[in-house]
């Protein structure tokens, strides 16, 4: 049977995704996201705010024997996490239903955590981490908002080290027998490591 989607890079194509009406990180962002995470074979991931899992299936590709803890408290979001793993034939993601931080407290601790939502959690999110985390080990948060990015950073002082870009995409549109530019929302990628560990950049 032909493969969803045969190749090793990242930046799987969106059409290829079950979505429905769950927010989706967008291909591009997906790529750059997943980049900074520095994934590597065998490790533990968690994908906090996992929507439609589009993260978790990227980095499941990419982790061999490693895991993806793909956590999500929206019933039609654990549907889309499910559906699009039978999609892409993968077997080495957990999907945690439930609300972080109370939903991680039993997972094993991450080598990679990505959050995509909080829930309003943020900051107890990011406690448990600053606790949980292995050496060495790499947090990215994708931010879409200012408020989020100010809370998000005021967070992330001492013992983190910390870097942040900004995403922008433009994509062609078609317009009959034009083509037009089309801007995505820009996004902020956060990484953040302690000082002490690998460096982060």
């Not at 992330?156 to 922008?168: A, R």
């Amino acid at each position: 049977m032909k493969k969803a989607w045969p190749y090793v890079t990242p930046g799987i194509p969106d059409n290829l995704f079950i979505r429905g009406s769950i927010p989706m990180t967008k291909e591009e962002i997906r790529a750059v996201t997943l980049a900074k995470a520095r994934l590597g074979p065998g490790q533990v991931v968690w994908d906090i705010g996992s929507g439609t899992g589009s993260i978790a299936i990227e980095a499941a590709r990419l982790i061999g024997d490693g895991i993806v803890y793909a956590v999500e408290q929206k019933p039609a979001a654990l549907e889309l996490i499910r559906e699009n793993m039978r999609r892409f034939d993968l077997k080495n993601i957990q999907v945690v239903e439930g609300r972080a931080p109370e939903a991680l407290l039993p997972l094993p601790p991450p080598h990679r955590v990505f959050i995509g939502g909080s829930g309003g959690q943020l900051g107890e999110i990011v406690q448990l981490l600053a606790e949980r985390l292995t050496p060495g080990a790499r947090l990215v948060i994708n931010v879409l908002t200012l408020e989020t990015l100010t809370r998000a950073l005021a967070l992330l002082g001492p013992p983190w080290g910390k870097e942040v870009v900004q995403v922008s995409v433009t994509r062609t549109v078609s317009r009959g027998h034009y083509h037009l530019m089309h801007a995505l929302n820009p996004v902020w990628i956060i990484t953040a490591q302690k000082e002490g560990d690998e460096g982060v950049g």
